[in-house]
T-cell receptor, first 119, second 111 residues
Framework: EAGVTQFPSHSVIEKGQTVTLRCDPI?????LYWYRRVMGKEIKFLLH????????ESGMPNNRFLAERTGGTYSTLKVQPAELEDSGVYFC?????????????????FGPGTRLTVL | GQNIDQPTEMTATEGAIVQINCTYQ??????LFWYQQHAGEAPTFLSY????GLEEKGRFSSFLSRSKGYSYLLLKELQMKDSASYLC????????????FGSGTQLTVLP
C-alpha cells in the first residue's frame, strides 16, 4: 500500500512569489491534515479536511494560505504571496474515517514533508 | 491551550535502555501518541495510549498517567538505527482530532 506522498520535496522561492504544495493521502482515507514545522519549533496543526470539506482551519496562520481538496482525494496548499516566516517543513497526514473498524486510535499517517525556503 | 514538554536531546549507548519523558497539560484529553522521525523523513507512528498503564510493542513501550499528565517512551536494546527524533503528541476530543506536538527529543545512540 502506498503511503502519503507530497510534492515537491523541496521548494526555494523568493519573497512575494506563490508556491503550491500537493499532498496525496493514502487511498480511501477520508481525513487529511496539514501541519507545519518552522525552524526550531514544534510541528503545528494547520487544517483538517474530511473528504472535500474543511472540518477545522483554526491553525491557518493568515489569509495568504489557501487549502483545497477538490473531489476529496489529493489536497493542495497554496501560499500567496510567500513571506520569509513561511519557511519550514509542511507535512501532510491522512487517516481513515472514524468508524468502529478504524479503531479507537485512528492513527495518522504522515508524508515526508515539503521543505519550503523563502528567500 | 495545550502545553507539551519533552527533553530536547538525549544520548545513550547501543544495547542500553532509554526513557523519554513527556508531560502535557490539556483539556478534553483523548489520547497520546509517540512518533519517530528520522531526519528528512516522515514521522512514523510508534504507540498510542488513552488509558493509564503500559503498552508494550517489541523493544518499545509507552506509559501513560492521565492524572499526572505524564507519559514516557521506553526503548530497550538500543540500536544505532534508533537515533532519531521522538515526538510526543496529544489529541483532544472533538471532531477535528488534530494532534498537538511537543518539540521532539533528539536521541543519539552511540556505539
Amino acid at each position: 500500500e502506498a503511503g502519503v506522498t507530497q510534492f515537491p520535496s523541496h521548494s526555494v522561492i523568493e519573497k512575494g512569489q506563490t508556491v503550491t504544495l500537493r499532498c496525496d493521502p493514502i487511498s480511501g482515507h477520508d481525513n487529511l491534515y496539514w501541519y507545519r514545522r518552522v525552524m526550531g519549533k514544534e510541528i503545528k496543526f494547520l487544517l483538517h479536511f474530511v473528504k472535500e470539506s474543511k472540518q477545522d482551519e483554526s491553525g491557518m496562520p493568515n489569509n495568504r494560505f489557501l487549502a483545497e481538496r477538490t473531489g476529496g482525494t489529493y489536497s493542495t496548499l497554496k501560499v500567496q504571496p510567500a513571506e520569509l516566516e513561511d519557511s519550514g517543513v509542511y507535512f501532510c497526514a491522512s487517516s481513515q474515517a472514524l468508524t468502529r473498524l478504524a479503531g479507537a486510535f485512528n492513527e495518522q499517517f504522515f508524508g515526508p514533508g515539503t521543505r519550503l525556503t523563502v528567500l | 491551550g495545550q502545553n507539551i514538554d519533552q527533553p530536547t536531546e538525549m544520548t545513550a549507548t547501543e544495547g542500553a535502555i532509554v526513557q523519554i519523558n513527556c508531560t502535557y497539560q490539556t483539556s478534553g484529553f483523548n489520547g497520546l501518541f509517540w512518533y519517530q522521525q528520522h531526519a528528512g523523513e516522515a514521522p512514523t507512528f510508534l504507540s498510542y495510549n488513552v488509558l493509564d498503564g503500559l503498552e508494550e510493542k517489541g523493544r518499545f513501550s509507552s506509559f501513560l498517567s492521565r492524572s499526572k499528565g505524564y507519559s514516557y517512551l521506553l526503548l530497550k536494546e538500543l540500536q544505532m538505527k534508533d537515533s532519531a527524533s521522538y515526538l510526543c503528541a496529544v489529541r483532544r476530543r472533538g471532531s477535528a482530532r488534530q494532534l498537538t506536538f511537543g518539540s521532539g527529543t533528539q536521541l543519539t545512540v552511540l556505539p
